[in-house]
Every structure is written in C-alpha cells, then in structure tokens.
C-alpha cells in the first residue's frame, strides 16, 4: 500500500524538528559557557562572581585565560572565585597556572604607614595562599614548571642560586 505524500512531509518535518531540538539541547552547554564568558566583563562584581561560579561548575577550559586575567587585580572575592573555578576546571586550566604561581608570590600588603599588615589581611593574604595551592594541586603536572620557574625568579632575586 502506497504511502501518501501528507504522510511523508509529517514525517520529513518530524524528524527535521528532532534533529534540530537535539542539536539546540547538544549545544547548549556550549551556549551557557559562551554566554557566561560575555559576563566576565560585566561592570558588576556579583554578576562576574556568579558567570565564575557558573563557568566552574560547566568546566570550561574556555574561561581559563580571562579567569588567569582575574587574578591579576585586587584581593577580593571575584579572585576566590576565580581560584575555586580553575580548581574544578583542573589539569586543562594549565594555561592559568603562571597567574596563580604570582599570587603565591605576592608580597602581603603593608596596612597603610604601618609595616605589618593588618589581621584581616594577614588572613585573607593566607586564605589566598591556600586557595592557590589547592589550585594547582588540582592542575597538576602542567603546574610544575610554573612553580619551578616562581621559585627560581625568587630566589635569584634574593642572590641565591637555584637551577632546575
């Protein structure tokens, strides 16, 4: 029995539209990481730390370079956030591991015409200290010879000599 033409255009057009609803549904992470980079940039902290929180939980390896980026600024909570995301994304946040070796590095800040800092950032700067450790803990190998490098630049810096 032959089948009608109306039969076949239902057909066509219901298969069309489930090859086109899985593929939207495939690529929808790859529309929320992009969606939530675009955030990164947006004027306002809460909005950044929550693109941050959302990028971490997607994994994305996309948003290594502008979370690297992050950790440049001032100590506050969008460099947490940062740290926690490049935790998660781990080994394939290797590219990021230079910018977390400098925050290692960083001197903690004198408070103000005071020589030693004040307690609330003696405790944030070891807060930051452990966040980062567990960072490229996570990262792993690929964190190893940024670290090397860190601790080289370091000490030759202070006269020591230190080769790798």
Request: charged share 20%; proline share 7%.
């Amino acid at each position: 029995m032959p089948v009608s033409r109306k039969k076949i255009t239902v057909w066509i057009i219901a298969s069309s539209t489930a090859i086109l609803l899985g593929a939207v549904f495939l690529s929808r992470t790859a529309l929320l990481e992009s969606w939530y980079i675009s955030r990164l940039d947006a004027a306002s902290r809460e909005t950044r730390i929550d693109a941050i929180q959302r990028l971490a939980v997607l994994r994305s390896a996309k948003a290594v370079p502008k979370l690297a980026q992050m950790l440049e600024g001032e100590w506050d909570p969008q460099v947490f956030a940062a740290l926690e995301a490049l935790e998660k994304i781990g080994p394939r946040a290797a590219p990021a591991a230079p910018a977390v070796v400098r925050i290692l590095l960083r001197p903690l800040p004198a408070s103000g015409m005071h020589l030693s800092p004040s307690p609330a950032e003696k405790s944030t700067h070891e807060r930051l200290v452990a966040a980062s450790r567990e960072a490229l803990a996570a990262i792993g190998p690929g964190s190893i010879p940024h670290v090397l490098a860190g601790v080289s630049n370091t000490l030759s810096h202070r006269g020591w000599s230190f080769d790798c």
